[in-house]
């Protein structure tokens, strides 16, 4: 019975390791390899799982004892251990258990003769070195020695044997003992000279393989120290870049172009960064006793918007075990139920009290206007007029694509092409508003008023040293943009006082006064009340006259394939071939005495201004400059965004610039995204705005390393570059480079001016307020927004206090600029005339912070604030001193939920850089344990699903959002954010991180083109759009709140009218980028090789199987089993009940003729 139940598979294997019989064997080994050569890999799976592996060892060690070596029985186990082998994970440790890694090297020294027989042999060997510790034994038992005697000298004989030689070398050598071990046998100097004779013989290149091979044992031995060390001393750099230059014209030769870049980026000498520190040139003194402490370099995997990255590896650590990844969620049930926790004494909220006036205002009328407001009206004429640009409505707006968009009434934005937009705010007289609205009109006017009077006040030199960035020096090209009389008055003053400089006064006479909610003398004004640690004496232009999108969206850029590749070696040849390397420095923070800008053909650089962000500026060919930039304050890390001017250049001339000390361990310039330039010359000619710029972009690891010493005791970091090259598109003109469209604080500062005087008083309630002041001193402002109540009636007043809350906030990350033009389109939609925006302020009140980290935007950093503290990683106990605006925005919520007016809806506006698209993360207690395979008690476990409507509603409502790519887990890596604290100890249920990509979407109406600033503005009102039809899904609203929403639109239409363009949205979207067309190789230790490839062995052993079928020295061996071998293979092939099951028992019939076979005579 036991042999019936036994499957027939079973049954073959039992018998080949107990049978003595040779045609026995052959036969069963027949069975097995036409097998599995037939169908895929689950075959040889389900061979090994019934212990294929550990008969195939028995055998193989029974064959080996005989006197002479059996080849007809050996080749075909070989072959078999070969294929099976490597599909097995444990198949190391099987051989070690099988005793049979002395046998396979015993076997492969006594077939040296035989080279086909040595070929199988080596083949096995190639699968046993797989294994790390195998692969050790290997080593010592003088496996090396042996393959070195096979490959060397150069031969083109036997080339089969030979590939498979040094294929099995490079996988010994994937061992760094053995790396290391060779190394001091001198194996990598006969191995360069190997190479060498491999590469100049083959002229047709018939041996890619062999070549190929060459190079991966020479990129495994290079990830020991020891290797490069030894590598460098045999001139291999100079042997790998001259090889390299004869392969560059074939792209059949690409495999080994690929590989020897790798090897020689990887071996170039290692160098500290160019700069004494790696901390900041800033440096802030810390309120009360405490000190700026250098943040753990692990620290920048954590990030909320970038996700998890993996720890850089030691390149010396000996052949650890890789770890599974860890997901970092958050399993235990009790710290993801919503639980109110108050950081501070109860008694504190009290002083947020007078941040909410709404909920106190009596609204009484004023009976006379009393000589304080008259005091008040005359306050504000402090300010500079606001420009006339009326709020406009979303209707008839055109879409920034080339292909402009029916016309809608929930589009914002108005049209930057359309000059008769400006509309004077004739309906707006001061005799058709109420005295109360007046009076409130007044007196916040007056606040800011009453600030930038402040400011001068309190630094009086200091605000009236702000200049303005000198301009191009080209008296030709002013004559044709000025009059020829401001020429001179221009040369006169380049870049004088704002103040006294005719200069500013002949610019603003050109500037046209078109570019929405922006004024170049609004900005001046908040300009000069900023305080920086640089003590900022500078304007840059962009900022001081404002930016215009373009009426276009520029598609991704397509990947130039061997991009990567050409700019290593191009930095290689630095190193080979130094001649023309200038190394001069042109700016420098650390040591302004030794820039020398003055230098001719040569490009001057700045960035002291407004969240400009460049240390230094390094001239290493005439066209091509290397750039490093500055630290966050405080700290030593967080490099990513940079802001800078760049002037004196020639026309159409690729100039190349590499940002040699990035961080992250890859990006979104690897996958079409470009930085943004602005020209004064465009700008100046009326075309002022920041566009999409660069080519040749690609994002690699360098041979930049941080000492201990310079990087304040972290050790070992690596640094990436971001390189890239530009035409500039006129000569001698003054440029700015930029990471991201840049939106500084003063932008903002000014902005909320121009809302606050431009606003309706008698529809829009609003009121700006200082949250805090700053480390540095800067006012973080906080705005509330709602409608006017309708009268002054009881149950009017009683609607307007108790509309439900919704709290915005934004760039609590410096470097994220693309949030803060998110929240601009936010508030120019909350503000504007639109009927959807004027029911949804009837419908909340909304509290906003649009800048929550002011100190880091304006000094330029990327991630941290002043006290060099990500301030997203402080909400659980933010310390009042070191983090006051988030010690008093969660001070603020905790107020709201303590007199029971927690916000509906809490979102935090940030920008992603390693994922495309615009999508929420939330926070949901199933679907984190769901995903952390967890059993879910759903009786015990109760959640509600509202924390996905808004999501869902934005996915059809806003072209850049993505659902599929939204996420609600919730990790312990993000326990201190804004998120997940607001949602567990606030309570709110509905709390939200919401993500814009830097580069651009991958599915709908932006499909495959760059976000620019007004579809990120248009996000931002697309976003409100959301909240109104949430409002509409989800609360009970009035008869008149519904009728308004029925004359405005059709909630179902408004959901399903972007079918067309959402119809992709429902494809699944991952966290990883697709593949570059060429390989992206950062880790030295990297296998993307195509080493464990089964097909690659499978080919190989196959071409030589049909090589030897076609001997004649083989027929008369294979003679005598074809007929029993078919029979045999028929038989078992039959007793298959279905064609699609591939290993089911034989029959007892067939049982019982295999008995047969097996008595039966030769």
């Not at 190394?583 to 053909?601: C, I, K, Q, Y």
């Not at 201990?708 to 530009?726: E, H, M, N, P, Q």
């Not at 509330?784 to 009636?793: G, R």
């Not at 003679?1119 to 028992?1145: E, I, V, W």
Request: net charge negative; proline share 5%; charged share 25%.
């Amino acid at each position: 019975m036991a042999e019936q139940e036994a499957s027939g598979l079973q049954v073959l294997l039992s018998t080949l390791q107990s049978s003595h019989d040779k045609d026995v064997i052959l036969n069963i080994l027949s069975v097995l390899t036409d097998l599995l050569s037939l169908g895929t890999g689950r075959r040889i799976h389900y061979v090994i799982s019934k212990g294929g592996s550990e008969a195939l060892l028995q055998a193989l060690t029974a064959a080996a004892h005989t006197e002479p070596p059996d080849h007809s029985t050996l080749l075909p186990l070989l072959r078999l251990l070969a294929r099976v082998g490597q599909r097995d994970r444990k198949f190391g440790l099987k051989v070690q258990k099988a005793e049979a890694t002395d046998i396979i090297l015993s076997l492969a020294r006594r077939s040296l003769g035989y080279h086909l027989l040595l070929t199988h042999c080596l083949w096995v060997l190639r699968v046993c070195a797989s294994n790390v510790t195998s692969g050790a034994t290997l080593g010592v038992n003088g496996a090396m020695e042996l393959l070195f005697k096979v490959i060397t000298p150069y031969s083109k004989r036997h080339v089969r044997t030979v590939r498979a030689a040094i294929e099995a070398l490079a996988a010994l050598l994937k061992s760094k003992s053995n790396s290391r071990r060779a190394v001091t046998r001198g194996y990598l100097d006969g191995l360069l000279r190997l190479y060498q004779d491999w590469h100049h013989n083959d002229v047709s290149n018939n041996y890619i393989y062999i070549r190929r091979g060459l190079l991966l044992c020479l990129k495994h031995i290079t990830n020991v120290q020891l290797g490069r060390e030894t590598f460098l001393g045999c001139r291999g750099m100079d042997i790998l870049f001259t090889t390299v230059q004869d392969c560059l014209s074939c792209k059949n030769l690409d495999p080994i172009i690929t590989i020897a870049t790798q090897i020689l980026r990887k071996c170039y000498p290692k160098e500290p960064l160019p700069v004494p520190t790696a901390r900041s040139f800033y440096c802030f003194p810390l309120p009360g006793n405490a000190k700026a402490e250098s943040p753990c370099e692990g620290s920048e995997g954590d990030y909320e918007s970038d996700g998890d990255e993996e720890a850089e590896k030691n390149l010396d650590n000996e052949d650890a075990e890789s770890k599974e990844e860890d997901y970092d969620l958050e399993t235990d049930v009790n710290k993801l139920r919503s639980r109110p926790v108050l950081d501070r004494p109860e008694g504190e909220l009290g002083q947020y009290e007078a941040m909410c006036p709404e909920l106190a205002h009596n609204f009484q009328e004023i009976e006379s206007e009393s000589e304080k407001e008259k005091t008040l009206e005359d306050r504000t004429e402090s300010l500079p007029s606001a420009p006339s640009h009326f709020i406009p409505s979303a209707v008839s707006v055109k879409h920034p694509n080339c292909r402009w968009r029916n016309q809608s009434l929930t589009e914002m934005g108005p049209d930057p092409g359309q000059k008769d937009f400006q509309v004077p705010l004739q309906s707006w007289t001061k005799e058709e508003e109420s005295r109360w609205d007046q009076t409130d009109e007044k007196r916040d006017i007056a606040e800011t008023a009453r600030d930038a009077d402040s400011c001068e006040e309190e630094d009086p030199a200091r605000s009236h040293m702000l200049t303005l960035r000198p301009l191009p020096k080209d008296a030709a090209w002013y004559k044709k943009v000025f009059c020829s009389e401001c020429e001179a008055a221009i040369n006169s003053y380049p870049g004088g006082r704002l103040e006294s400089s005719d200069t500013v006064t002949n610019l603003l006479e050109k500037h046209q006064g078109d570019i929405p909610f922006h004024s170049p003398l609004f900005y001046i004004t908040r300009a000069k009340c900023v305080k920086s640690i640089p003590n900022y004496k500078d304007l840059a232009f962009p900022d001081f006259w404002g930016h215009q999108p373009p009426p276009f969206s520029k598609p991704m850029l397509e990947r130039k394939y061997g991009v990567q590749r050409d700019k290593v070696l191009d930095d290689v040849r630095r190193l080979i071939q130094p001649d023309d390397v200038i190394g001069r420095t042109v700016f420098d923070l650390d040591e302004p005495s030794h820039s020398s800008p003055a230098a001719p053909g040569c490009l001057t650089f700045f960035s002291k201004f407004e969240s400009g962000n460049l240390r230094k500026a390094i001239q290493v060919r005439e066209f091509e400059y290397d750039l490093i930039m500055n630290a966050d304050v405080n700290s030593n890390q967080h490099h990513q965004w940079f802001y800078f001017e760049v002037r004196d250049m020639k026309l159409a001339v690729p100039y190349r610039f590499n940002i040699i000390n990035c961080e992250k361990l890859n990006s979104q310039f690897n996958y079409g995204m470009q930085l943004v330039m602005y020209s004064v010359k465009e700008a100046l000619q009326g075309r002022p705005r920041w566009l999409r710029a660069g080519h040749d972009i690609c994002y690699y690891k360098n041979h930049y390393h941080c000492g201990a010493a310079a990087g304040g005791g972290v050790r070992g970091k690596c640094y990436y570059t971001l390189t890239f090259s530009i035409k500039f598109p006129h000569k001698d003109d003054v440029c700015y480079l930029a990471y991201h469209y840049p939106y500084t604080y003063s932008t903002m500062m000014s902005h909320l001016d121009i809302l606050e005087q431009n606003r309706n008083p008698k529809k829009v309630y609003w009121r700006q307020q200082t949250l805090c002041q700053t480390l540095g001193g800067n006012p973080c402002p906080l705005l509330t927004i709602t409608a006017m109540p309708d009268s002054k009636k009881r149950d009017d007043l009683e609607q307007f206090c108790n509309r439900p809350y919704v709290f915005l906030m934004a760039r609590v990350h410096p470097g994220e600029s693309n949030a803060s033009w998110v929240m601009k389109g936010t508030l120019e939609f909350l503000v504007s005339s639109d009927p959807i925006a004027d029911l949804l302020r009837k419908c909340f009140i909304f509290k906003i912070i649009p800048m929550l980290n002011p100190d880091g935007v304006i000094n330029g950093n990327h991630r941290c604030s002043l006290s060099g503290d990500d301030l997203n990683r402080q909400w659980l106990t933010p310390s009042s001193q070191l983090h006051p605006t988030i010690y008093h925005a969660k001070g603020l919520l905790c107020y709201l939920r303590s007199i029971g007016r927690a916000p509906l809806v809490f979102c935090d506006y940030h920008g992603h850089s390693q994922k495309k698209n615009v999508f929420l993360y939330g926070c949901s207690i199933k679907e984190t344990l769901w995903q952390a395979g967890c059993t879910v008690d759903t009786a015990v476990i109760t959640e509600d699903v509202g924390y996905r409507t808004l999501p869902k509603i934005l996915d059809k409502v806003a072209p850049a959002f993505v659902m599929n790519s939204c996420s609600f887990l919730v990790e312990k890596s993000r326990e201190s954010t804004a998120r997940v604290v607001v949602w567990k100890e606030v309570g709110v249920l509905r709390s939200y991180t919401m993500e814009s990509t830097y580069c651009g979407c991958t599915h709908g109406l932006y499909k495959g083109l760059q976000l620019g600033t007004q579809e990120l503005e248009e996000m931002g009102s697309k976003f409100c759009l959301g909240l109104l039809i949430l409002h509409l899904k989800s609360l009970p609203c009035s008869k008149e709140v519904m009728a308004q929403a029925a004359l405005l639109l059709d909630l179902e239409e408004e959901i399903t009218d972007r079918t067309q363009r959402s119809c992709s949205n429902s494809c699944l979207e991952t966290d990883d980028e697709p593949p570059c067309v060429e390989e992206l190789d950062y880790d030295t230790d990297s296998c993307s090789d195509g080493e464990g490839d089964f097909s690659e062995l499978d080919q190989e052993i196959q071409e030589c199987l049909s090589w030897v079928e076609g001997q004649t020295e083989d027929e008369g061996a294979t003679m005598g089993q074809t007929c029993s071998s078919k029979a045999l293979r028929g038989l078992y092939m039959s007793s298959q009940p279905g064609s699609k099951s591939t290993a089911l028992p034989l029959s007892p019939t067939a049982l019982g003729v295999y008995s047969g076979f097996e008595s039966s005579p030769a």
